[in-house]
């Protein structure tokens, strides 16, 4: 999903095209020394490190006012043993999307918020086959609950964008 092409204010260069989402290859806790771990593993929609500490892929969805889409974060959350097993077995259930929101901790670390993102408490709403899951972050005074809750504008947007390119 991308927009008009913007003048980077980082390094003065005109980029392609806004993108309106980016997205944590990994929760938080992967490495490369995890990975070698038995009971370890890591999806394209789950994770499992050590055998003992679960992750799902969702998405915080943030309302653009001044534009036609939403901004998305892809990120991990964790979940409790008893709620990753229920997911794993609704998985290929039409009617999983009518589950009650899971609860977890969000374990990817967004750039760009003060204090991390990390271990910030979600309910993870399942939706649709074919579908990622939604996350809702706690709404608290955080930066990012306040940002799910009223949106975010076309420069907030940009700004994400110099962030996720330049660091």
Same mark, same amino acid.
Request: charged content about 20%; glycine content about 8%; aromatic content about 10%.
């Given at each position: ?54 992750? #799902? %892929? ?7 006012? +001044?534009?036609?889409?939403?901004? @998305? ?5 964790? $979940? ?50 074919? #579908? %990622? ?7 608290? +005074?955080?930066?990012?609950?306040? @940002? ?5 504008? $076309? ?13």
């Amino acid at each position: 999903m991308t927009s008009s092409a913007f003048t980077c204010s980082s390094c003065g260069e005109v980029h392609d095209g806004l993108a309106f989402g980016y997205s944590a290859p990994a929760p938080v806790y992967w490495s490369e020394e995890v990975a070698e771990n038995r009971g370890s593993f890591l999806s394209e929609e789950q994770c499992v490190i050590n055998g003992e500490h679960q992750f #799902v %892929r969702g998405r915080i969805v943030l309302p653009v006012r +001044d534009a036609d889409e939403d901004f @998305e974060w892809g990120v991990w959350v964790s $979940l409790s043993p008893a709620n990753f097993a229920r997911m794993i077995a609704v998985y290929e259930d039409p009617a999983r999307e009518n589950e009650p929101p899971y609860f977890g901790w969000l374990s990817t670390n967004l750039p760009g918020y003060e204090p991390t993102t990390v271990n910030l408490k979600t309910n993870l709403h399942t939706q649709a086959l074919g #579908v %990622r899951p939604l996350v809702e972050v706690e709404p608290t +005074d955080h930066p990012l609950a306040v @940002e799910q809750r009223e949106g975010i504008t $076309l420069a907030r947007v940009r700004e994400i964008a110099e962030i996720a390119l330049h660091g």
